[in-house]
């Protein structure tokens, strides 16, 4: 397993024709499609640094933070736990559930960004600066890639192919 662990630490992101052939690569986004310059700028919330004083897009922001953490927190119960994560290209074991919600609480909020391996799964998940995170999937873990798809449709999140 240490074998594999190392392996899935060393992708290289920058390589797409590498990682289409072994996985299945898709973004969850609580919007429909990849935002352009034009449609990015004026968005009404786009990320956690939109919010300053504004209530109303606070509420929003928490709602939409519980769908994350609703399929974060399915991830951590398949993967039994066993969740490696990138912060500032160090590789860190997660200890607890209390410590992975931690990280997943802020990278939500943008205060780390943050690659989560889980080795059991094949499931990598990368995060970004905003409320769209790529995942990529080994193929022959397809009955994963269904049911988080099936989770993403039902907390009303939206799933962008590529």
Do not use: W
């Not at 499609?33 to 640094?49: D, F, G, Q, R």
């Not at 290209?89 to 209390?98: A, D, H, Q, T």
């Not at 998940?125 to 022959?140: E, M, V």
Request: proline residues 1%.
């Amino acid at each position: 397993m240490k074998h594999a662990i190392d392996k899935l630490i060393k992708i290289d992101f920058q390589n797409f024709d590498f990682l289409i052939k072994d996985y299945f690569i898709f973004s969850i986004s609580i919007f429909d499609h990849i935002l352009n310059e034009e449609e990015y700028i004026n968005a009404y919330l786009v990320s956690y640094a939109d919010i300053k004083s504004n209530i109303e897009k606070k509420i929003l922001f928490n709602k939409i933070k519980r769908k994350f953490v609703f399929i974060y927190k399915i991830l951590f119960k398949l993967s039994r736990g066993i969740v490696i994560a990138i912060i500032d290209e160090k590789p860190r074991k997660i200890v607890s559930f209390n410590h992975y919600m931690y990280i997943i609480n802020n990278i939500l909020k943008e205060k780390k960004l943050c690659t989560l391996i889980y080795p059991l799964l094949g499931c990598i998940t990368t995060t970004g600066y905003d409320l769209t995170h790529q995942f990529l999937i080994s193929k022959n873990k397809i009955l994963l890639k269904r049911e988080i798809e099936i989770i993403v449709k039902k907390v009303g999140l939206n799933i962008i192919r590529y």
